[in-house]
C-alpha cells in the first residue's frame, strides 16, 4: 500500500494559527435519494448548519433521461445530480451557520458502493457524452442495481471451481451490488461503452477526483467492494483473464491500483473544486468513505468490539475487530479502511425501511389513510402505534425480509420475501410488526454469524433515519437481540462522520479516535432487552432460522425460480 | 336404513289434476350469512321469484347477545334468524311471482353443515330458554367455528390407534367443521349444556322438525359430518365410551338413529309450519340436503363422472360416482345421499372468497379505493381488472390459500396461509391474483386426489357466486386445472336444487334425473384451458405442491406452532 506523496497525513504543514480561525469542517454524505451537508465546529463539536438535496433522477429503475425503457432488476443514477448536490448544499450550511468560506478548513464526504461510473480519459462520465446518453450501461449503476446477479453467480461459481482465496474474505460468496459483476455485466451486454470506458469509478471516488483534480481511490470501495485486500491487491489478472478474456489487463488499467488508505487523504481542492463549492482551493478534501462507515466515528463507535447497525431503507452493519476470520455470508472486511490499525467487518440487510415504505404505499386501507389524517400522523406512527398495543406472537405471523433480496448472510439478491401465518383476522398493522421483526431476526443472523466465528461484540449502536425516530422499533431489536443498543441523537451520523473526517484531515486531531472523543455526537438513549420479551421472541426467532435455510440454503429454491420466471415473462415480446 | 311410513317417495296419492294445479314449488338455501328462497314453476321450469334475508346476528365470532366474549376460533349463530327467513322469504317470492300460497305444491331446503344445534326434549335450541342464553355452548355452532380442532384431532388419534374402519372413508382425519368434535367440545367444557341438550341436531334437520312437526335425520348430514355410514350406521357406542366415557350412550339418544336417505321426504307441513311459513299444511318438504349438494341437480350434475366445485365464501368439491374408494383427505362419500343409487364424494376449500374479501377488507390502498369510486365500479372488479392485465407468472409469487386452514385434502383446520415470492414492486393486483391463483390450485390438488385414486371425472361444472359473475377466474382454474369447465347462468343453485328436491317430493317427478332433466339452469358457458397458460401454471402448480406438503405434511409444523402461540398469548390477559 503506497501513499500519496505530499498529502500523507500529520505531515502536510498546517499552521496552528490558521486551524484555529479556519476551524469549520463540512461532511457530505451522499445517500441513495439524495446529498446532505453538515456544518461542524471542529473545536467545539457543534453543528452549525444540515441541509439537503433530493437527487433531481432520483433512482432510474424504469427510463433513462432518453425514454429508453430499462430491464428488470435496473438501478442507475445521474452523476449531474452529484454535482448539483455541491452546488446547492454547501453554500446553504455556510448560510445557516453565518460562516464564510475562508473560515472552511476541510472538506470530507461518503457515498454509497459499489456505485460505479464509468468514466472517460478526461474524468467525465460517459453519459454527458451526447454520443452514450441513449446507452443505459453510461450511467451510474447504484448500489441496489441487482442485473449483475447472474454475473455475481457465475464468477462466485468461478473463483470457486479455482480455488480463489480472496473469496472466503467475502463471505464464500460475490454479491451482485459489487463492482466486479457490474464491470463484467457492461464487458457482456455493451462491449462499446467497456471500450470507451478508461476507468470504472466508485462515485466517492469520482467526486474526490472532481473536487481535488487528483485521482485517489479509497480503501473502503475497492476493500469492501472489489476484492481489494491490504498487501495482496486485486485477484488476479490471470481469474479474471480466464473468466472472460475481454477483463484481460483491467487490473491497473480501467480498474485503477492507486488505492489509499484511511491515513491518507484524497488530495487539496483544486481552483475546479473551489468554484463548483464556493470553498477555497487548497483546503484538504478527506478521503471519501463509505456511508455506513463514516457514521462510526460520528457515534464513538472507534474500538475494537464496537458492532453498529445503520438502519435505514436498508441496514448496514460494521464491526471493529482486532483480529480477522473469514466468515460465511458476510460482506467483507478491510484493515486500515475506517480506523487505522483496526480490521472493520461489513454485513447488511438489503431491504428494511424500504420495506415498510412499501407495505404503507402498497398495502394499507383507506381506513387507516382516513384515520392517519384525523389524528394528523403519519402512516407510520399510525401503524406503530397500532403494532405496539400487539402483545409478541399474538399475530401468528412471521416474515422473510427479503423483499430486495438478502445481502447477509446469504448474500443472493435472488431471493424474496416471505409473509406466513396470514388468516382471516390478520390485520394490517399485524403484518407490518412482523415486517419489523423480520428485520430484527434477520440483524440477530448477522451478529450470530459473527460471534460464531469467534468475533467479539462489546457494544452495539445503532444510527440511521429509523434509530433516531423509532424508540417502538429500537426496543424490539434490543429484544430480539437479547443486548443493549445505544442510540445517539442523530439523523446526519454518515455526514457527521465525513466531518470528522475532514477535522483530522485539516490536522485538528491527530487521530481519528481523538476526533470522535471530542466530535461524536453523545450516547441518548439506551434500550435494555426485556427479559419476557426476549423469550418470547427466542421462539419467533427459531422459526425465522428455519424458514430462513428452508429457502436460503438451497433445500427449496423456489423463490429463485419464481424470479427466474419473472425475468423470462418479462423479456417475452 | 329405515323408510318412514306413508312418507316414501312415488307412493303417497297425490292427484295428477292437484299437481297441475298446485305446479310451483319453494326452494331455500341456507347459507353462512343468509337464506335465499326461490319460487319455481315445476312444469316449465322458470323462476317466479328470489330473495334473500340476511341473519340479523351473522356470525357471531367475537359475542353473543348477552355480550359475553367468544374465545378464539369461535362462529355461531342464533337459531331465531333461521325462523325469520321462512316468515319473510316466502312471502316475498310469493308476491313477486304472483301466487297465491294455495297453489304452491312443496317446499325443499338446504343448510349449511355440520351446524349444530344443542335442542331439548321439546325441540327448542337451548339459547331459546333464558336460563342458557349466557352460554356460548347453548348457539348454534356454525360450520366454521374452528374451536373444536383439539377435539378433532384427539378424536382422529384415537381412532386411528382403535383402527376404526370408519375413518378411511372420511379422508384418514377428522375435521373440527364436523358435528362430533363440536359435541365433544360441549360436553368437555359445559357439561351443563350437554346434560339439558335433549338432541344434538344439524340446523337442517331442525328446520326440517320446525316444518313438519316430525324428526327426521338426513343421511346427508349424518353422512358427511357425523361418521354415519349406509348400512353400517354411527361408529360403536364403544368407541366414543373408550374416547370419554361422557359420550356414552349417546347415539341412540343424544344423536338420533332415525336417518333418512334422499328416497324419503322429511314430512308434511304441519298447521305450526303453515303458520310460520304463510304455506298450506300438508305440502310434502324434501329431506333437506346440504347446501352445496342441492346445487348439483339445479345444473344437471347428476350422473356418474360429475364433478362440481362450488365457488363462494368457500369452495365445495362435489362427486358423483358409481364405486367408492377411501381417499386420504377427502371429506367424506355418501351412498343414495344426493341421488339415489349414486355415491358421492364430498371435498372442500375452507377460504376462496373469504380471502378474496379479507384482502380487499384489509390491504388495498385508498388510492385503488378512489379509483374504483371514481370509474364507479366495486374493488373486486378494479383488482380483476388490473390483475387480467399481468401475464402469468409475472408476480413471482406463490400463495397458500390456507387464511382459515385446509379442508381437503390435508384436513387441518390449524394451518394459516402463506404468501411468497414478494418484492419491493410488487403491486396488490399481483397479490389479489395469486390469492385466486392459490384457490385454482388447491382446486387441482383436490381433483388430482381424486383421479390418482381411480375414480373418474367427466365433466366439471361450477356454481356459485363467484362461478357466475368472475369469467377471469373460472378461465384461470380452467388453464390451472386444465379441463373444460361448464357454469350455468344462476346464482341460486342451491335454492334451485332445493326446489328440484321439493318438485320430486311432490311426485311431479318420479326421480331427480327427470326433474333435473327438465328444471336444472342450462349451462350458459364452458371455458377452454388455454395450452400456453396450463404450460405456465403448471410450472407454477408445481412449487405450489411443494409448499403445500412442506408446510402441511409435517416437514416443518411452523402454522401449527404459530397459532398455538396465538392462542397462548391470547389467553394471558
Request: with cysteine.
Amino acid at each position: 500500500m503506497g501513499c500519496k506523496s505530499g498529502i500523507t497525513l500529520f505531515t502536510h504543514s498546517i499552521e496552528r494559527k490558521e486551524i484555529m480561525e479556519k476551524r469549520y469542517v463540512i461532511g457530505i454524505d451522499y445517500g441513495t435519494l439524495s446529498g446532505r451537508a453538515v456544518l461542524l465546529d471542529a473545536i467545539e463539536g457543534c453543528e452549525l448548519g444540515v441541509a439537503e438535496f433530493a437527487y433531481p433522477h432520483a433512482v432510474m429503475d424504469k427510463t433513462i433521461p432518453s425514454g429508453k425503457k430499462l430491464p428488470e432488476h435496473y438501478a442507475l443514477q445521474h452523476p449531474a445530480d452529484y454535482l448539483e448536490v455541491l452546488r446547492n448544499v454547501i453554500p446553504d450550511v455556510l448560510s445557516q451557520g453565518g460562516i464564510v468560506a475562508d473560515d472552511v478548513a476541510g472538506l470530507g464526504l461518503d457515498f454509497t458502493a459499489s456505485t460505479l461510473i464509468p468514466i472517460d480519459s478526461s474524468g467525465l462520465p460517459l453519459c454527458f457524452n451526447s454520443v452514450y446518453s441513449d446507452e443505459p450501461h453510461a450511467y451510474v449503476k447504484l448500489w441496489k442495481h441487482h442485473a449483475a446477479q447472474a454475473e455475481a453467480d457465475m464468477m462466485t461459481m468461478f473463483a470457486e471451481t479455482r480455488g480463489e482465496d480472496w473469496l472466503a474474505s467475502y463471505g464464500g460468496r460475490i454479491s451482485s451490488e459489487w463492482a466486479w459483476p457490474k464491470i463484467w455485466q457492461i464487458v457482456r451486454e455493451s462491449p462499446e461503452i467497456a471500450r470507451a470506458t478508461a476507468r470504472f469509478c466508485e462515485a466517492g471516488d469520482w467526486l474526490s477526483q472532481v473536487l481535488t483534480g487528483e485521482e485517489s481511490h479509497s480503501a473502503v470501495f475497492a476493500g469492501y467492494k472489489a476484492f481489494w485486500r491490504s498487501g495482496k491487491g486485486y485477484p488476479s489478472d490471470d481469474f479474471f483473464t480466464a473468466l472472460d478474456p475481454r477483463l484481460s489487463g483491467f487490473v491497473g488499467s480501467k480498474v485503477s491500483t492507486n488505492v489509499f488508505t484511511v491515513d491518507n487523504i484524497a488530495g487539496k481542492l483544486s481552483a475546479d473544486g473551489a468554484a463548483l463549492t464556493g470553498l477555497c482551493a487548497g483546503i484538504p478534501v478527506a478521503l471519501p468513505m463509505i456511508d455506513a462507515h463514516a457514521a462510526m466515528p460520528a457515534v464513538g463507535a472507534v474500538n475494537p468490539g464496537d458492532f453498529m447497525m445503520i438502519i435505514g431503507t436498508s441496514t448496514c452493519h460494521l464491526l471493529h475487530t482486532a483480529e480477522t476470520a473469514d466468515i460465511q455470508g458476510i460482506c467483507g472486511y478491510v484493515k486500515d479502511g475506517v480506523i487505522p490499525g483496526c480490521v472493520t467487518y461489513e454485513a447488511g440487510q438489503a431491504c428494511v425501511g424500504d420495506g415498510f415504505a412499501w407495505f404503507i404505499d402498497n398495502l394499507v386501507p383507506s381506513m387507516y389513510t382516513t384515520e392517519a389524517c384525523l389524528e394528523g400522523i403519519s402512516m407510520h406512527q399510525l401503524l406503530r402505534k397500532k403494532a405496539e398495543r400487539l402483545k409478541i406472537g399474538e399475530s401468528g405471523l412471521v416474515a422473510l425480509d427479503w423483499f430486495n433480496g438478502n445481502r447477509s448472510i446469504l448474500n443472493q439478491s435472488n431471493l424474496s420475501g416471505m409473509l406466513l401465518g396470514l388468516t382471516l383476522r390478520t390485520r394490517p398493522e399485524e403484518i407490518y410488526r412482523a415486517l419489523l421483526e423480520a428485520t430484527a431476526y434477520g440483524s440477530r443472523m448477522i451478529l450470530e454469524q459473527f460471534e460464531n466465528n469467534g468475533l467479539y461484540i462489546k457494544e452495539i449502536h445503532a444510527a440511521g433515519g429509523i434509530a433516531c425516530k423509532d424508540p417502538f422499533m429500537i426496543q424490539i431489536y434490543a429484544d430480539v437481540l437479547g443486548k443493549p443498543i445505544q442510540v445517539a441523537d442523530t439523523t446526519q451520523a454518515g455526514a457527521t462522520g465525513s466531518a470528522i473526517y475532514a477535522a483530522v484531515a485539516t490536522g485538528i486531531y491527530p487521530s481519528i479516535r481523538e476526533a470522535a472523543r471530542q466530535l461524536a455526537v453523545p450516547c441518548t438513549k439506551q434500550y435494555i432487552p426485556n427479559p419476557d420479551n426476549k423469550k418470547q421472541y427466542d421462539k419467533l426467532y427459531q422459526e425465522y432460522t428455519i424458514l430462513h435455510d428452508y429457502f436460503g440454503k438451497g433445500e427449496n429454491g423456489i423463490m429463485k425460480r419464481l424470479l427466474h420466471m419473472v425475468q423470462e415473462v418479462k423479456s417475452e415480446n
